[in-house]
């Protein structure tokens, strides 16, 4: 069990699967991406653990940039969409492939791919490690899904609870969002195995 703040956290997803997960993601998107020399996008500050892993997994040559949009305060979204750090590239007949840490109600990739496809890239394409299903409320299509995982509060692999947290290499979860404990995760753990 880990502290962070006045929140308990317990095992999730251990390093391991998440490596095993990325890898296959990556090489899937070599496969497919294969000749197009694709400018990755990852999503600070969520996503840059998982956007480093990624890009050493490729076997395709590829060119990543990074974009800061934030909706989170503690524990939930906060409903505003707010950029911080502007995209430089030109986007125009690229093949853009955004990298997201986690998927939940959907409105950042909403009011973000937007304002990509005003770019005219020539494709466009979403990357997500975490998908929470119960949460979305903003229809986004992810092309490329790590894990689906139940609408509980995450912390780890770049994913933080108010700035701490992020450096673990694993997920964990809330333990009052868990609690019932061992038979639940295990519950969870079959629930992630099956929608991979």
Not at 10 to 29: D, F, S, W
Not at 68 to 75: D, I, Q, V
Not at 93 to 115: A, C, H, N, W, Y
Request: glycine fraction near 8%.
């Amino acid at each position: 069990m880990i502290q962070v703040h006045d929140k308990k956290f317990v095992p999730y997803i251990t390093e391991e699967k998440l490596q095993a997960r990325i890898k296959e993601m990556a090489q899937q998107l070599s496969l497919d991406l294969e000749g197009k020399r694709p400018l990755f996008i990852a999503i600070l500050n969520g996503s840059f653990m998982f956007a480093a892993d990624m890009f050493k997994y490729l076997s395709i040559e590829a060119e990543i940039s990074f974009i800061k949009l934030a909706s989170y305060k503690g524990t939930k979204s906060t409903g505003n969409v707010i950029t911080a750090i502007g995209l430089d590239e030109d986007l125009y007949g690229r093949t853009v492939v955004i990298l997201e840490d986690i998927v939940d109600t959907g409105k950042t990739l909403s009011q973000f791919l937007p304002q990509l496809e005003h770019q005219h890239p020539a494709q466009l394409l979403v990357v997500s490690l975490l998908h929470k299903p119960e949460a979305l409320t903003h229809p986004v299509k992810i092309d490329y899904l790590g894990f689906s995982v139940p609408n509980k509060f995450l912390l780890g692999y770049g994913l933080d609870y108010d700035g701490l947290g992020r450096n673990l290499p694993k997920f964990t979860g809330w333990k009052s969002n868990f609690s019932g404990c061992g038979r639940r995760i295990k519950e969870l753990r079959k629930f992630i195995y099956r929608c991979m």
